[in-house]
């Protein structure tokens, strides 16, 4: 349980008004940002087991799954620009109460390095920084 708590709060680059920032600096971040990267794929966290959280993105439908695929929470993706992009929450099976549908989430893509990404997330007064490793085909 302690687990899906910290999941649901470090949830997407999303619902986390409890997570901690990774403050994770790439040795050798790409020039410019490949912020394109987060329009489509499978992503992971560093140090996060698959079966505890992973995101797909497809179609400007981003969806976090959560204890073993079993919960999900579901966002449309409207991008301002290539590195700038808001997640609206339009559906979830959490329950934990601190995301709501509805909820939108200012997400920034500050630094990407090979298919690692630093987003810088927003919710409300909350902000956090979230490393995103995209899984390679």
């Not at 008004?17 to 912020?35: I, L, R, V």
């Not at 601190?98 to 200012?106: A, N, P």
Request: aromatic share 10%; with cysteine; charged share 30%.
């Amino acid at each position: 349980m302690k687990h899906l708590k910290i999941i649901s709060s470090a949830l997407l680059m999303f619902a986390f008004s409890q997570a901690k920032s990774q403050n994770t600096e790439f040795e050798k971040p790409d020039q410019p940002a490949k912020c394109k990267n987060i329009r489509g794929g499978k992503f992971l966290r560093a140090n996060y087991p698959e079966g505890i959280w992973y995101m797909t993105i497809k179609d400007n439908i981003q969806t976090e799954y959560l204890n073993n695929g079993k919960d999900f929470i579901k966002s449309t993706l409207v991008f301002v620009d290539d590195c700038n992009y808001k997640a609206i929450v339009l559906d979830m099976t959490t329950k934990d109460g601190r995301i709501r549908i509805g909820d939108v989430f200012s997400n920034k893509i500050v630094e990407t390095q090979d298919n690692a990404l630093k987003v810088h997330t927003k919710i409300e007064n909350s902000q956090f920084e979230i490393i995103y490793v995209k899984e390679k085909k």
